[in-house]
């Protein structure tokens, strides 16, 4: 129930000593201010690196073809594995639980020129299979993709994203329209986003053709450059089972040793996120430990003043014990008294932490690294359940204190 002769007493004790209040709050609203921007910061970390992965499935393993370092089966070493359609096809029947496989071959190994008219451009050229669209998140804004019959018949179609639609066709409607790449036509079939941030502010986009296109006009016979697959199992169990199954296909096929790391190389995004996980989960509870340890200086701060108030009290609480006053009543009145001061400071701490968050988050563009370094109102509910927590323990000593006064020894006090 609301006292309201409790709460005028507090109010009346604040208004006395307002610069010892105020420096008091002071410590709770620092120790919170730098607990959201050390949890906003470590948010902005996990948001940046997960940016990263925002167009690749998490299930998904990638290879690429490397050079041998072990002797096999009479066979010296530094051989080059070159993969090819035929291995996309051997992993399709042997990974269990495969759900979709794609052989991708970059276009003379880096950018090539695309141009239209006197308009033209530096792109990353790849042929896919339709597979792709399963193993990367491409959104298309116009047209569509390439399909199973862009494959199967080599058409000499291709996708290509906002900023080369816009560096070649100027405003114009690109879909059904051809263009140039390397000097042999391509009709533009589907536009994607794309998103360059942060240091690659400057990077062109990657623009899809078929695979079979990519390797017959480009003289590339049957080789892919990398294979990527995504399976149904994304646990680390099915991943690591995934990956052996692929390297025990491949190498089997291109007679290298399965032991052999530098034969080809794998990227397993399952392991890739299990490891961020793990990091970003240990730099958080860093976090939360370094904020806490924060606030526990502002606990101690409080509690200390408290018992400073107290002292000062002593013949008021003698007086009001003699009165009838029980340990539990003077006990909730020094704690009601903490908590208020912590929570207003806490409270303000909180707020400004969050703006300042709000702010950053506009004014720093994100990039790889960091991005979006705000808090979700999650934080800020445990945030306000520490500061209630902390508010109430830097009250209990000076409130034990209180209640442990006899009032024949408080009225001899002077």
Not at 268 to 274: C, I, K, R, S, T
Not at 336 to 363: D, H, P, R, T
Request: charged content about 20%; some cysteine.
């Amino acid at each position: 129930m609301f006292d309201a002769e409790k709460w005028a007493e507090i109010f009346d004790t604040i208004g006395k000593n307002k610069l010892r209040t105020v420096l008091t709050g002071f410590s709770v609203f620092w120790g919170i201010f730098m607990l959201i921007i050390l949890l906003g910061a470590g948010a902005g970390l996990q948001n940046g690196f997960s940016y990263n992965f925002r167009n690749t499935a998490t299930n998904t393993i990638d290879i690429w073809g490397g050079q041998t370092t072990k002797p096999w089966q009479g066979l010296a070493t530094d051989r080059e594995i070159q993969l090819d359609t035929r291995d996309v096809d051997a992993l399709r029947g042997a990974i269990p639980g495969l759900q979709a496989i794609s052989g991708n071959f970059r276009v003379w190994r880096g950018n090539s020129s695309i141009s239209r008219g006197k308009n033209f451009g530096n792109f990353s050229i790849n042929g896919v299979t339709p597979d792709i669209t399963d193993l990367q998140n491409q959104v298309i804004v116009s047209g569509r993709f390439i399909n199973e019959m862009d494959q199967q018949r080599t058409r000499k179609v291709i996708v290509i994203a906002e900023d080369c639609r816009d560096a070649l066709f100027k405003g114009e409607d690109p879909i059904d329209q051809w263009l140039q790449v390397n000097n042999i036509p391509f009709q533009v079939v589907g536009v994607y986003r794309f998103e360059a941030g942060g240091q690659n502010q400057n990077q062109s986009s990657q623009v899809f053709i078929p695979l079979s296109v990519a390797q017959r006009v480009f003289n590339a016979q049957q080789d892919v450059d990398k294979i990527s697959f995504s399976f149904s199992d994304a646990s680390l169990m099915g991943a690591e089972q995934a990956q052996q199954r692929a390297v025990a296909v491949l190498s089997s096929r291109h007679r290298f040793d399965p032991t052999d790391d530098q034969a080809v190389y794998l990227n397993n995004n399952v392991e890739n996120a299990d490891v961020f996980g793990k990091i970003f989960g240990g730099i958080t509870a860093f976090l939360w430990i370094i904020g806490i340890g924060t606030i526990i200086a502002g606990i101690v701060g409080v509690s200390n003043i408290m018992l400073i108030v107290v002292k000062e009290r002593t013949r008021e609480i003698g007086i009001r014990k003699a009165l009838g006053a029980t340990p539990a009543n003077v006990t909730g009145q020094v704690i009601m008294e903490a908590v208020f001061v912590s929570a207003v400071a806490g409270y303000f701490g909180l707020v400004c932490g969050v703006g300042l968050l709000e702010s950053l988050s506009k004014a720093i563009p994100g990039n790889e690294m960091f991005r979006d370094p705000t808090v979700d109102i999650k934080v800020a509910l445990y945030a306000t359940t520490v500061l209630i927590v902390s508010g109430a323990l830097a009250g209990l000593i000076p409130a034990r204190r209180a209640a442990a006064i006899r009032p024949i020894e408080a009225l001899r006090d002077e």
